[in-house]
């Protein structure tokens, strides 16, 4: 086994931990967006260490380059939508409480 299959391994498995963290991240937070957060953040790093590791098996070729596009894309794409989604139901938990507000009065 070669530098490159060993590095592969190194990064694949560092992905998987962290994908693995992010799980009990989920399920062991407390409130929503601490949940979102280890989700988020775990996700991210994850996806960037499994990409790593399939970049530098593949070598820099069009299959490389398709990895490195995907990674891009997933990478720009995951922490708006998880703060779209924080947005909403911060402003969805406002809503819900400004209509307590009224009943009561």
Known sequence: MGVREVLTVIFLSAGFLAFL???????RMKDFYCRMHAAGVCESAGLLLCAAGLFIYEGFCITGIKI???LLAVFLA??????????????QSQEAERA???ENE
Not at 21 to 27: R, Y
Not at 81 to 91: L, M, P, Q, S
Request: net charge positive; proline share 4%.
């Open 21 to 27: 963290a992010a799980t009990a991240g989920v399920f």
């Open 68 to 70: 490195f596009l995907v």
């Open 78 to 91: 995951s922490p708006i939508g998880t703060h779209i989604i924080c947005r909403a139901a911060y402003k």
């Open 100 to 102: 307590e507000r009224k």
